[in-house]
């Protein structure tokens, strides 16, 4: 079955750190991959999402995230965290070319130390 | 331009209650969606609709009804709401399909007891 993975439930890093949030997804061809976040009590905002090309995809607020077919990843990352980044991160996939639905991660919530 | 508006904020409902929730979008989407947000985990597709009059079921469409009748609003309806219907709901829109960024409204926290 399609699937996508978050193993992090929590992550808490130091303002100013560097950032990788984890995201594995269990599909038979690639899917069509998205990072969103949300703030607490907001709905959810895209950061950034892949299709093909380039493997290295650039994001809004300073993200990006790399594809690797071969570990099925797509990991967020940022080299420098900010305390307005505190929120929760969702990984989604769906399969190209067809009208499957979007398929959510459990998230993982980040907090950033001061 | 307000993007994806839902209405209530909150609500709590009895059990066998039923109640519809708002959703309006005025970016003229033609793709609007609903999800359902339960504590840990990430969101699932309750029902989605590429234009009006047209809806189809998506991955938890059970004890729920949507509606399609202009562009701009897709409400949901719960006809009979139970306990396990109690989460968090977000409405989204999309110009095209399902690749598409979507945009997501800011939620309606619903509790039924």
């Known amino acids: 079955a399609q699937s996508v993975t978050q193993p992090d439930i929590h992550i808490t890093v130091s303002e100013g750190a560097s950032l990788e949030l984890r995201c594995n997804y269990s599909?038979?061809?690639?899917?069509?991959l998205f990072w969103y976040v949300q703030s607490p009590g907001q709905g959810l905002q895209l950061l950034l999402k892949?299709?093909?090309?380039?493997?290295l995809v650039q994001g809004i607020k300073g993200f990006e995230a790399e594809f690797k077919r071969s570990q099925s990843s797509f990991n967020l990352r940022k080299p420098s965290v900010h305390w307005s980044d505190a929120a929760e991160y969702f990984c989604?996939?769906?399969?190209?070319?067809?009208?499957?639905?979007?398929?959510f991660g459990k998230g993982t919530k980040l907090s950033v130390k001061p | 331009n307000a993007g994806v508006t839902q209405t209530p904020k909150f609500r709590i409902l009895k059990i066998g209650q039923s109640m519809t929730l708002q959703c309006a979008q005025d970016?003229?989407?033609?793709?609007m969606y609903w999800y359902r947000q339960d504590p840990g985990m990430g969101l699932k597709l309750i029902y989605y609709s590429v234009g009006a009059g047209i809806t189809d079921k998506g991955e938890v469409p059970n004890g729920y009804n949507v509606s399609r009748s202009t562009t701009e609003d897709f409400p949901l309806r719960l006809e009979l709401a139970a306990p396990s219907q109690t989460s968090v709901y977000f409405c989204?829109?999309?110009?095209?399909?399902?690749?598409?960024?979507?945009?997501f409204g800011p939620g309606t926290r619903l509790t039924v007891l």
């Open positions: 970016m003229n989407h033609n793709y």
């Open positions: 989204a829109s999309s110009t095209q399909g399902l690749s598409d960024t979507q945009y």
């Open positions: 989604a996939a769906r399969a190209g070319g067809s009208q499957g639905n979007l398929i």
């Open positions: 892949y299709f093909s090309g380039d493997t």
């Open positions: 599909y038979g061809a690639t899917p069509y």
